[in-house]
């Protein structure tokens, strides 16, 4: 591990300042930021600790939906009693990511930041336009059988590794940020993740200093909430698709992991099929939502499990009186 300078931010605003000097990092819970110091990979000079910053609480908005804190960890998420009753496909979601110990550390914060989860960006010895732009890309040549299917390029092809944001996506949740200037945002989730173009090593559209203080999820829609994970052991392991799905007849949600750059979500894809029976939805739903894809011969089998994945959630949960 490289050396670094260390400081404690009191304020909000006093972390965003003193991260917008080149080669600052933030750190919280550090689940993934510390193992990727450890590799080589992160090299920041200086980290500011944001971790007693008061960004730890849930709370109910004016409209009726709910704020959370950047520093809200995930066990807290997930076990909170509105998030439980209102947003399941949230708390879902969550639990299904890592292990218990890290998701006591894990913040939802640091869960939107995840770095990918390719072997080729962790492996320091081979090309990789996400951790050396411009060196290229190992993966599009080599093992891509864990990678994205759709939103890549000929630079990156490398997924999203968080759960929770998938819920998030399906939620319409946004993100809501601090500049150092004092200037607040609120993203939304497709605009808060860059597609990697020519520049993947540029993975969200943060500015330097800019600091995530929140999410906050709209007024709950009701419905079903599912979310279905397939991987390849049955825990603390990385999707190979997932599916995040509120279900409520014609005005049913989906999003989709594991097979992008940021969570997938088509929402013209989602009234395809409406009123068919769930393999006719599913391939409607699936069909349209990934006509772009571009999956390699090792990952190809994505698209039809996702399909079989959908299917699989749209049986489980069906009405009476809708098709079987």
């Given at each position: 591990m490289r050396a670094f300078t260390y400081e404690r931010a009191s304020t909000p605003e006093a972390a965003a300042g003193a991260t917008v000097a080149g080669g600052a990092k933030f750190i919280a819970g550090g689940t993934n930021l510390l193992d990727l110091m450890k590799l080589d990979i992160e090299r920041p000079s200086h980290l500011v600790d944001i971790g007693r910053l008061d960004l730890n609480r849930v709370t109910d908005t004016t409209d009726g939906g709910l704020h959370v804190g950047a520093l809200v960890t995930n066990t807290d998420l997930a076990s909170h009693p509105r998030v439980m009753a209102e947003y399941g496909v949230l708390s879902r979601a969550t639990l299904a990511g890592a292990s218990g110990q890290i998701r006591n550390k894990a913040t939802t914060g640091g869960n939107l930041l995840q770095r990918a989860r390719c072997?080729?960006?962790?492996?320091?010895?081979?090309?990789?336009?996400?951790?050396?732009?411009?060196?290229?890309?190992?993966?599009?040549?080599?093992?891509?059988?864990?990678?994205?299917?759709?939103?890549?390029?000929?630079?990156?092809?490398?997924?999203?590794?968080?759960?929770?944001?998938?819920?998030?996506?399906?939620?319409?949740?946004?993100?809501?940020?601090?500049?150092?200037?004092?200037?607040?945002?609120?993203?939304?989730?497709?605009?808060f993740y860059r597609l990697p173009g020519d520049t993947p090593h540029l993975e969200t559209t943060l500015e330097a200093g800019e600091l995530i203080t929140g999410v906050t999820l709209p007024p709950p829609v009701g419905g079903t909430h599912v979310y279905r994970k397939v991987r390849d052991r049955a825990s603390y392991a990385f999707a190979l698709v997932s599916v995040a799905a509120i279900l409520n007849g014609r005005e049913s949600r989906f999003a989709f992991g594991g097979v992008a750059p940021r969570p997938w979500r088509d929402e013209q894809a989602e009234t395809a099929g409406a009123g068919s029976a769930p393999d006719g939805r599913a391939r409607a739903v699936i069909g349209t939502a990934?006509?772009?894809a571009r999956p390699t011969e090792q990952n190809a089998f994505k698209i039809p499990l996702l399909r079989r994945t959908l299917t699989a959630v749209l049986e489980e949960h069906a009405t009476p009186g809708e098709p079987k």
């Open positions: 072997s080729y960006f962790y492996d320091t010895n081979l090309p990789c336009n996400k951790r050396e732009p411009g060196s290229g890309c190992a993966a599009l040549t080599g093992l891509s059988r864990p990678l994205a299917v759709i939103g890549t390029s000929d630079a990156c092809i490398a997924q999203h590794p968080s759960d929770m944001a998938v819920a998030l996506r399906v939620l319409d949740a946004t993100v809501n940020t601090l500049q150092a200037d004092g200037t607040t945002r609120a993203l939304a989730l497709d605009d990934f006509a772009d």
